[in-house]
């Protein structure tokens, strides 16, 4: 089962910030939090990690709360190619089942002219 | 996505008839995954191969399916005697190293539908 619980669907205007959220209240000090997106008919894209720090990539940022029991995945100016199911996956790292991601229901975001 | 090469994109096949899904990971990777996508639903695991061994193979139906992954040639999954419940997308991914760490990176799928 998946350790994470994210909204099942949001929306926002396009060339506007989109945030979606993810709680994993029960992450381990060992797991990262991972997002993945995948848009219709094609495979998982990754797009940001991390551990306890914000990050952000040419694509994302990801902002960790301090408890580390909640997440934020920002696509700062949303365009129409952004509209897919975003995955938010806690994976252990340095473990022998790593490789194992475990993908919930994801949230569908939906982005509007 | 790219590199990640797996086909057929499409297959049909009739209840019985068998499936062969071939996955070519990105140049580089010796570490390959394959996931299974029921309709409206997440990724699951299936199996994890290297050159020619199964590592793990926790995810995969004990009946009927079957992973290789050759010291060449592509990554085959088999499904032998398909029933309307195969009916799904199969994603390989691949990886340089054993995935403990960074990503994954998927192919596009193939989705077979079984009549």
């Known amino acids: 089962d998946a350790k994470t619980t994210q909204p099942p669907s949001m929306d926002c205007a396009e060339g506007r910030a989109a945030n979606l959220p993810c709680n994993h209240s029960t992450i381990s000090g060992n797991e990262y939090v991972y997002w993945y997106r995948q848009i219709h008919s094609q495979g998982p894209q990754y797009i940001i990690h991390?551990?306890?720090n914000n990050e952000t990539n040419e694509m994302a940022s990801l902002i960790i709360t301090e408890d580390r029991k909640s997440s934020t995945l920002i696509l700062p100016h949303a365009t129409l190619r952004d509209t897919a199911v975003y995955y938010c996956?806690?994976?252990?790292?340095?473990?022998?089942?790593?490789?194992?991601?475990?993908f919930g229901s994801g949230t569908r975001l939906l982005v509007r002219p | 996505n790219a590199g990640v090469m797996q086909n057929p994109r499409h297959l049909v096949r009739r209840r019985g008839q068998e499936a062969r899904l071939r996955c070519s990971p990105m140049?580089?990777?010796?570490?390959v995954y394959w996931y299974r996508q029921l309709p409206e639903e997440g990724l699951k695991f299936m199996v994890y191969l290297q050159k020619e061994n199964i590592i793990d193979e926790s995810g995969m139906p004990k009946e009927r399916f079957s992973a290789e992954f050759p010291k060449e040639g592509p990554s085959i999954l088999r499904i032998q005697q398909v029933v309307r419940g195969d009916s799904a997308a199969y994603f390989c991914?691949?990886?340089?190293?054993?995935?403990?760490?960074?990503?994954?990176?998927f192919g596009e799928g193939s989705r077979l539908t079984v009549l």
């Open positions: 991390g551990l306890k």
């Open positions: 991914a691949s990886s340089a190293f054993r995935a403990d760490t960074g990503e994954l990176f």
């Open positions: 996956i806690v994976r252990p790292v340095g473990m022998d089942s790593s490789y194992k991601l475990i």
């Open positions: 140049k580089g990777h010796s570490h």
